[in-house]
C-alpha cells in the first residue's frame, strides 16, 4: 500500500490527481461543483470512497465545501468577482433563477440599504436559504413561466446569472411584502 500526500492509493484518489484533474477544470472556468458532479470528475470512487477524498480534500484546502453538497475549488484562478452567484447557479442547477428583489434594487440605488453579504434571487426551483463563507443566499419561488422571466431580465457579460430590470425587481419585491419601506421613492421617479 502506498501513501501519497495522506491518501491510501489502493482505496481513494491521490492528491495529485485531483489537483490535476480539478486545475484542468479550472482553466475551463468550473471551479463549483456539487458532490454529483465531483463523482464525475472522479469515476473510480466508491461513494464512501469519494466521501472520505472529498474530506480529505477540504481539510487539505484544495476544495471548500461552502453548502451541503456543494464544493468550490480552493485552488482556483477562474474565479470572478461574482462567487455567491456562481454558487447560486450551481444551487439550482437546470432551472431558471436570476438576482432580484433587495439585490437589484441596492445595484439600481432604489434602495437605501445596501444587503450586505446576502444575494437575494427569484427561481423556478423552490424557495431556500444557504449560508456559504461567501454570503447568504437567499432564493424565492416564482410561478412566472421561463418566456416572461427572459422579458424580466437582463444578462450581463461577466455575470453567471441574469438580472432583473429595475421594474421587475421593483415588483419582486412588493409581490414578497417585505422591504419595501427602503425604496427610495425619489430615486424610483428618477427612474
Do not use: C
Request: cysteine-free.
Amino acid at each position: 500500500m502506498i501513501l501519497i500526500g495522506g491518501y491510501d492509493e489502493g482505496l481513494q484518489m491521490n492528491k495529485a490527481e485531483a489537483i490535476r484533474k480539478l486545475s484542468m477544470l479550472d482553466r475551463a472556468g468550473v471551479y463549483v461543483f456539487t458532490k454529483g458532479d465531483l463523482a464525475k470528475v472522479f469515476p473510480d470512487e466508491k461513494e464512501k470512497a469519494l466521501e472520505k477524498s472529498l474530506q480529505r480534500l477540504v481539510a487539505d484546502n484544495i476544495l471548500e465545501r461552502v453548502a451541503k453538497g456543494v464544493y468550490v475549488n480552493s485552488l482556483a484562478r477562474s474565479r470572478k468577482g461574482q462567487v455567491i452567484e456562481d454558487i447560486a447557479a450551481v444551487l439550482r442547477r437546470g432551472q431558471f433563477s436570476y438576482v432580484s428583489r433587495e439585490s437589484m434594487l441596492s445595484e439600481y440605488g432604489v434602495i437605501s440599504q445596501v444587503p450586505m453579504s446576502r444575494i437575494t434571487l427569484m427561481t423556478t426551483g423552490a424557495t431556500g436559504l444557504y449560508e456559504t463563507p461567501y454570503g447568504t443566499i437567499e432564493f424565492t419561488h416564482t410561478k412566472r413561466r421561463p418566456a416572461e422571466l427572459i422579458r424580466r431580465t437582463v444578462s450581463v457579460k461577466g455575470r453567471p446569472l441574469r438580472i432583473a430590470t429595475r421594474q421587475a425587481a421593483l415588483a419582486d419585491l412588493v409581490r414578497s411584502g417585505r422591504n419595501t419601506n427602503m425604496i427610495d421613492v425619489e430615486e424610483l421617479s428618477d427612474a
